[in-house]
């Protein structure tokens, strides 16, 4: 059982920062990598950034330059810097995580953490 717990999110100025964290538990033996992904509503989950267990990290184009992801390791946490934040940032904002399980890679979900980009 593997449990991701995000907070950080709130309501923020366009323009405005916002930081992002998230804190794995449970049966975690081998991780591949944690990211972070979000859902506006009425639209489709979109993968935002991902961080793997080499620090090599990759980035949606709608964030590049924007957002950075970061990682604590040794506490299996994973940090979202949100900077020059527009309104079409607003959505639910959850935290992923792959491990390979027997030979599969499988891919975890936190609940999610809201953040509202408004003046």
């Known amino acids: 059982q593997v449990e991701l717990v995000e907070s950080g999110g709130g309501l923020v100025q366009p323009g405005g920062s916002l930081r992002l964290s998230c804190a794995a538990s449970g049966s975690i033996f081998s991780i591949n990598a944690m990211g972070w992904s979000r859902q506006a509503p009425g639209k489709e989950r979109e993968l935002l950034a991902r961080?793997?267990?080499?620090?090599?990290?990759n980035y949606a184009g709608s964030v590049k330059g924007r957002f950075t992801i970061s990682r604590d390791n040794a506490k299996n946490t994973v940090y979202l810097q949100m900077n020059s934040l527009k309104p079409e940032d607003t959505a639910v904002y959850y935290c992923?995580?792959?491990?390979?399980?027997?030979?599969?890679?499988?891919?975890?979900w936190g609940k999610g953490t809201l953040v509202t980009v408004s003046s």
């Open positions: 992923n995580l792959w491990q390979r399980v027997d030979s599969a890679d499988r891919t975890y």
């Open positions: 961080i793997t267990n080499t620090g090599s990290t």
